[in-house]
Nanobody, 118 residues
Framework: QVQLVESGGGLVQPGGSLRLSCAASGTVFSTGTIKAMYWYRQAPGRLRDLVATITRGGSTTYADSVKGRFTISRDDNRNTMYLQMNSLKPEDTAVYYC?????????WGQGTQVTVSS
């Protein structure tokens, strides 16, 4: 089993920035078995929405609502993926989840709360 541990959430004012981290157990980032990595978010009473994707080849895609403000990245040496969030808005408030889809696993992080409020 591949375990993902998230960190970096918290309370931030509109216009501020946060960086979320998602650390994987073992050394799966360096084994070449990861197909894609994802960040999702879920607001209270809402469905879980895909925010950003990075593929095995390094291609990235973003939801229109975060394009130009959020950046997904990975560091294979640290077995960690990141979501850099800039120019945060109140509507970005949600629980954020990381996910990795590999050749023999599909794992989710526990979620980390991001609250954007003045």
């Amino acid at each position: 089993q591949v375990q993902l541990v998230e960190s970096g959430g918290g309370l931030v004012q509109p216009g501020g920035s946060l960086r979320l981290s998602c650390a994987a157990s073992g050394t799966v980032f360096s084994t070449g078995t990861i197909k894609a990595m994802y960040w999702y978010r879920q607001a209270p009473g809402r469905l879980r929405d895909l925010v950003a994707t990075i593929t095995r080849g390094g291609s990235t895609t973003y939801a229109d609502s975060v394009k130009g403000r959020f950046t997904i990245s990975r560091d294979d040496n640290r077995n960690t993926m990141y979501l850099q969030m800039n120019s945060l808005k109140p509507e970005d408030t949600a629980v954020y989840y990381c996910r990795i889809s590999g050749d023999w696993y599909d794992s989710w992080g526990q979620g980390t709360q991001v609250t954007v409020s003045s």
